[in-house]
């Protein structure tokens, strides 16, 4: 992906508030719609939001942290690394989705969800947006983050963006999906 930092931020910030406004038709579910699941093996609606939490939980004081100590940007163009491509699509909302393997420790399966939860998904939303909206003037080419899989591992923090936002909206239509089998059951 090449686009200026503007542009890589208006797409990203218009990605989360739609995830965000996709999110709230949660709101008016309850709590045992939430956590109904179509089979076993599916995940509820408040287990994709607790899986997106976990990353979350990790990403967010990370780009907090890589930003905070970010020079301003001088070329004002961003350009993706093929490493950071390779994750941005490979977790990217797609037709057809490509089944993927979740670690253990972000896989919330056996957890104990309430909408607290889904809350909590919301809220992150926010503090993304304002990440994005406080950072377009710094460097997100040379600006590293790890990535949660290890922190031996850094992309380009527009990449890492990507992939976090990316993979909001891949789990948020898969919430969608539930939704629309709860209705039928």
């Not at 910030?13 to 996709?22: F, H, I, M, Y």
């Not at 309850?30 to 939490?53: T, V």
């Amino acid at each position: 992906m090449k686009a200026t930092n503007q542009e890589l931020v208006s797409h990203l910030v218009d990605l989360t508030k739609k995830n965000l406004e996709r999110s709230k038709q949660f709101d008016t579910l309850s709590e045992a719609q939430l956590n109904w699941k179509p089979s076993p093996e599916k995940w509820s609606i408040l287990e994709c939001m607790e899986h997106l939490n976990r990353y979350g939980d990790f990403y967010i004081p990370e780009f907090e942290r890589r930003f905070a100590h970010a020079k301003q940007s001088k070329s004002k163009r961003f350009r993706s690394i093929w490493l950071g491509e390779y994750f941005a699509q490979s977790v990217a909302a797609q037709p057809k989705l490509n089944k993927m393997k979740t670690f253990d420790y972000m896989n919330p399966v056996g957890s104990k969800l309430t909408k607290a939860h889904l809350d909590k998904f919301q809220s992150q939303q926010g503090q993304l947006i304002e990440i994005l909206e406080n950072a377009i003037h710094l460097d997100f080419n040379k600006t590293k983050s790890s990535i949660s899989i290890s922190k031996w591992i850094t992309i380009k923090i527009g990449d890492a963006l990507r992939v976090v936002i990316y993979h909001n909206e891949r789990h948020i239509e898969q919430a969608e999906k539930v939704r629309s089998k709860i209705r039928q059951t």
